[in-house]
């Protein structure tokens, strides 16, 4: 897939039902960074951007911040 590469900053950590809602944006790496939790994943547009956030809330996960980063980190083996 091809797209922009996104960091999501929720409020709080994510419980494992919380973590496995987020799975279905696709392929997501979550990460904690007590007091918050990390999200990160590409997103192929503005129309799949608006899905992401509206999950988000739709999970009452409060976002802190979302910006477009350069790249994915790379995942813990």
Known sequence: MTGANYEF???GRLSKPL???VGELGD???EQATPETLIYGQ???QA???GILALLDNLG???V???RIPAL???PE
Do not use: G, T
Request: charged fraction near 40%; glycine fraction near 0%; aromatic fraction near 0%.
């Open 9 to 11: 900053r929720v409020r």
């Open 19 to 21: 973590r496995d809602a």
């Open 28 to 30: 997501v790496q979550v």
């Open 43 to 45: 997103v192929a547009d």
């Open 48 to 50: 799949q951007l608006r």
């Open 61 to 63: 996960l409060r976002v």
């Open 65 to 67: 911040s979302m910006h």
């Open 73 to 75: 980190p790379e995942r």
